[in-house]
């Protein structure tokens, strides 16, 4: 195999080359697992603030930074939740606690659970529910359906997650929810332990690998009659260990394996079912490598490796076993690839045995096919546009801080949503807690946690402020100095948002020279040829600025204040803080409206416009205020403006009600139904202009 034709070294060098222009190098590598660590980051330090003792991991492709714009790989993630799963009883602690239970009767890989009380070291002994079942030995054992019991809404079941389609500008995602188990089965600690005559995983891997967590997820085995209650042990952050270690060679492998099976195997007349995963393609070039002396995993030997890789994959198919990594009993394909199936993709498999370049050049995932032809010179041009390769990095990059982005306000904003039933006293102690929370991490935590904190405080501490701002204005129509500080604390949480949250609590205290202090600050920061507007109400992006996408590339998760703009987001406790015009938006459902929400759509229960026409907005009022009447023209002249020439505006129904209110305030109630009309045409339901409509037309009719 390994005595290699020069031909074979310059496929594998263009290859090489061709990989790299779509950013599978190790720079874009290393930026994929920077992204997704922050987000698990961002996500556990929140979610431990709150008092829920859950850790979220960011698993799969994404995160390990092996999949391309073409793979379009799911966002995979983990959440576990707070049960211990034990391996016997001197493990118990007090709390909730399931005993493994590895048998004759379960399958390797996967075991049953036991239920224990949570005060005693003692078998739990009532049936409850659905969810618990007794079996033949008098166990109270809990079912792997107790996942359907907290499904999301919107999310399918998937084996052990919730599935969430795809939309525009987002990634499909599954979400696991597992539970930790104390310490690794005894079965896979035997395969980590084993001893090889080959160096890798390496010992430092293995020790490291042993320190990570386990767990157990929930779905059963395809061959086991009692599936319902078999729970199927991950040793997910061990794998990601072992991906992180792997050189990009090794990479570019596991990605060109991926985007051949895609092309040749997992295709039509399979019942368009994905019968090699990418878990198998990952175990087999794990097995590979393991196998081989390091020397062997070279750019220059790239079609050797891929079609040894292929090979082992031949044989896995051919046998009907595909050995788990950690676990040689657990057989990944088991139950999953029928008779009839086997030889169709045996079929397929013995042409690509050799993987020559022909079979490469048909792939059209990322135009790998075409790119390597023109590296060839077997062609001169294609008939369709290929990115160049800064292009591609500009892509990447640019997704990568936008995905960083929306996590801080979708953070923020879930975390708001989850206690909008609680008391003003209780919401602001419960945010006094979590930015103390921030503020720990930020002194004892690691770089990753550092920045996470200082990332998420901004929003957190705009909220306080605004709250207690609320309570002031209600009171006696002024604003404390503790407010002041708080809003002072978060005015750096992008370019425009918090600032316009602190210009509209003034204008409600009446200090319109300050308003006008604060808006002319931030209309200097907003670059409307690079500022994007962000917004996780729901997504709708469809274009990016030329200036954004190439400030992007210069700018790291830490910097993106300077170049996005949050919507801003008043929630009702605030409303003290909101203009009477955009307060109608608390109020845009009617009874008939609220059937037709969709899952995410609590956002309308707030007033949230984008932050470019509220700017605009307040400038005209404030101006109004001031009898500026020139600048007040200017102001109502750019918020027409906007709403005409700004392609990405998320909340363009508000924006038009805003417009169309100033419209009134013009003595042009034609022109203001225009806009009331217009904005209903963007929203048909759930949308304010009904009410400034009748409103407008009563005035109209007095």
Known sequence: MFHTPDYYHNISMRLSEVLDDIQVNKNMVMKRRRTALLSETMHTITRTADGRQMSIYKLGSQSEGTTTIGLDSDIDTLGSIDVIVIQNWSEWTPGFNYLMIQNETTPPGYCLLQVLRPDAPLPYTHEKGNTYVKDTSGRILIKNTI???????????????????????????????????????????????RQETNSWP????????????????????????NADFEWRISTSLAERCLMFNLNITQIRIYILMKM?????????????????????????????????????????????????????????????????????????????????VKHQL????????????TFLFGIQIDDLGDRLQIKLNTINEVHHYIPLPDEYTMILTTKLLLDVVRQISSTHYDFIHRIKVESLEMK??????????????????????????????????TSIGSLIASQNIQINNTVSPQAIAWLEAGMDSDVASSKLKLASIMYCTGDMERVAMILSHIEEQYSTEVTETVCVCYFYRSYLKTGFFQLCCQYDAAEFKYIFAFCVRFFPLEINCVPHE???EMHRSTQEDLQHRGRRDHWMD????????????????????LQRPEEQQQALTKLMWVIRTERNLAHRETALNLLGQCMEQENRPVDALQCYMVSLRHRERNNAAKIHICRCLANTIL
Not at 615 to 625: D, P
């Open 260 to 340: 051949i099976f895609k092309t040749y195997i997992n295709v039509a007349n399979l019942n368009n079912e994905n019968y090699i995963s990418s878990f198998m393609c990952k175990t087999v070039l794990f097995y590979c490598i393991a196998s081989k002396p390091s020397f062997v995993w070279k750019e220059c030997n790239i079609l050797n490796c891929l079609s040894f890789c292929a090979q082992t994959m031949n044989r896995c198919i051919l046998a009907g076993n595909c050995p788990h990594f950690f676990d040689h009993k657990n057989n990944l394909m088991a139950g999953k690839i029928s008779t009839e």
């Open 147 to 193: 996942i359907d019991t907290v499904m999301i809404g919107g999310h399918q079941r998937q084996g052990p997650s919730m599935a969430l389609a795809a939309e525009p500008d987002i990634h499909a995602s599954d979400i696991v929810l597992a539970f930790l188990c104390k310490s690794w089965p005894q079965s896979s600690r035997v395969c980590l332990d």
């Open 582 to 584: 955009l307060q109608h």
């Open 606 to 625: 707030c007033a949230v416009v984008d932050s470019l026409p509220y700017l605009y907005f307040l400038q005209y009022k404030t101006y109004s205020n």
């Open 202 to 225: 390496t010992a430092e891997m293995k020790r490291y690998a042993k320190t990570t967590k386990c767990f157990v997820v929930g779905v059963g085995s395809k061959v086991s009659e």
């Open 346 to 357: 045996l079929e397929r498999m013995s042409n690509l045995i050799q993987c020559d370049e």
């Open 428 to 461: 602001l102690k419960i945010l006094f807690q979590t930015v103390l929370h921030f503020r720990r991490y930020y002194r004892d935590g690691n770089m990753l946690e550092k920045t996470a904190c200082r990332l998420l405080a901004p929003l957190y501490c």
